[in-house]
């Protein structure tokens, strides 16, 4: 069982760069057919000082974010999660090449279904190499127990 204890608890910041192939492949892969995701020129063009990232693009960084062990401090099963809800709210565009960081706490941990269900609500700030607020997103892990 996920002890409601870590309710609070930081996890370790973690940095990544907006690789511009990465951008296209994700754009790509999602169905995006927006010349911005895809063209340097057309994303100029509209204004953007280069490829902006492509909606849930934070999502895939956030998921490369390294092991520091704090699943396992927390008792999450990774053979018996499920990825429960993702939802992010935008503060400003984030571009290729920039630099961004993310902060997650847990925000919540509860169960349903008399412990069957347990579930683990992650908070991440994410700000870029100004320190400029660009999103928060928030992610609830789910864990069946049993």
Same mark, same amino acid.
């Given at each position: 069982m996920i002890d409601k204890q870590h309710i609070g608890k930081t996890i370790p910041a973690y940095r990544a760069v907006a690789e511009a192939g990465q951008l296209r492949f994700f754009a790509k892969a999602t169905g995006e057919t927006n010349p911005v995701y895809f063209d340097e020129?057309?994303?100029? +063009?509209? /204004?953007?000082? #280069?490829?902006?990232?492509?909606?849930t693009f934070l999502f895939s960084l956030e998921f490369q974010q390294p092991d520091t062990g704090w699943r396992q401090e927390l008792g999450i099963e990774?053979?018996?999660?499920?990825? /429960?809800? =993702? #939802? $992010?709210? !935008?503060?400003?565009?984030? !571009?290729a090449g920039d630099v961004l960081c993310f902060e997650s706490r847990i925000a919540d941990i509860y169960d349903k279904k008399g412990g069957?269900?347990? $579930?683990v609500v992650r908070e991440t700030r994410v700000?870029? =190499?100004? /320190?400029?607020?660009?999103? +928060?997103?928030? /992610?609830?892990?789910v864990q069946r127990n049993g």
């Open positions: 020129a057309a994303a100029r +063009d509209a /204004g953007h000082p #280069s490829l902006p990232l492509p909606p990774l053979a018996r999660i499920l990825h /429960g809800e =993702q #939802s $992010f709210t !935008y503060h400003r565009l984030a !571009y069957a269900l347990q $579930f700000t870029n =190499q100004r /320190g400029e607020h660009v999103a +928060d997103l928030r /992610g609830v892990l």
